[in-house]
C-alpha cells in the first residue's frame, strides 16, 4: 500500500535565516543531526531557538515518524511518546502522521528503512552532491501492511535484534581488549625473565 495512503505527509518548518541556540526558553526544535542514520530515536535534549506562533503541523508530539529526505541513508525514525513536550521539525526534515488504526507509526519507520525500500528510494533520488528524495517519491514507497499485532512482533524482534548486535559488538570489543592486555602482560613476563 503507498505510504501516502496510511499517512498524512508534509515537509517539516522552513527557517528564514540563521537558527541561533537559546539557553532557555524558546522552542525545542527537531534538527537533521538529531535524527539517527540507523533509525535510532533522537535523545530528549534538543536545542531550543526563538520561533514565531508556528502551525501545529510543524509540531510532534509522539507517534509520528520523521524521515530524513536529504544525505544519506535517508533513514525513518519513529518520535517516542514520551516526548515531555512538543517539538518542532525543521527542513529537511519530513513528518510522517500515520493513521493509528491501520499502522504503528514504529513500523512505518521500520518498512520504510528496510533494504528494499531504501533501494527503491535511493533510485529516485535527486542531486549528485547531495542526495535528496522528494516528497512524491516517498508518498508513493509501497509498503507491506500486516495486521497491528504482526507489525507490533515485527518492531519487537528487531528492537531485540538490534540490542543483541550492539552487545555482539560490545562482547567483541571488550574480548579484544581482554587479549591485549593478556599478551602485554605475556611479554612483560617475558622480558623480564630475560633480564633475570
Known amino acids: 500500500m503507498r505510504l501516502a495512503e496510511l499517512s498524512d505527509i508534509h515537509s517539516g518548518y522552513t527557517a528564514r535565516g540563521r537558527l541561533d541556540p537559546l539557553s532557555e526558553g524558546g522552542v525545542p526544535a527537531l534538527q537533521l543531526r538529531d535524527v539517527g542514520t540507523n533509525g535510532e530515536a533522537p535523545g530528549p535534549d534538543f536545542q531550543r531557538y526563538d520561533l514565531d506562533k508556528l502551525s501545529d503541523r510543524y509540531f510532534v508530539r509522539g507517534g509520528e515518524v520523521v524521515f530524513r529526505s536529504r544525505g544519506e541513508p535517508n533513514a525513518a525514525v519513529a518520535i517516542p511518546a514520551s516526548l515531555p513536550e512538543p517539538v518542532v ?33 535511493g533510485a529516485e533520488a535527486q542531486g549528485t552532491s547531495l542526495r535528496m ?7 508513493n514507497l509501497e509498503i507491506a501492511v500486516p495486521d497491528l499485532p504482526t507489525q507490533k512482533r515485527i518492531v519487537e524482534l528487531d528492537a531485540l535484534a538490534r540490542q543483541e548486535g550492539q552487545l555482539l559488538r560490545q562482547l567483541a570489543a571488550r574480548r579484544e581488549e581482554l587479549v591485549s592486555a593478556i599478551l602485554g602482560d605475556a611479554a612483560k613476563a617475558a622480558d623480564q625473565k630475560e633480564i633475570a
Open 89 to 121: 521539525v525543521i527542513v529537511p526534515l519530513v513528518i510522517v502522521r500515520p493513521d493509528r488504526d491501520r499502522v504503528l507509526p514504529e513500523y512505518v519507520a521500520w518498512a520504510i528503512n528496510q533494504p528494499d525500500a531504501q533501494r527503491r528510494l
Open 133 to 139: 528524495i522528494p516528497m512524491a517519491v516517498l508518498e
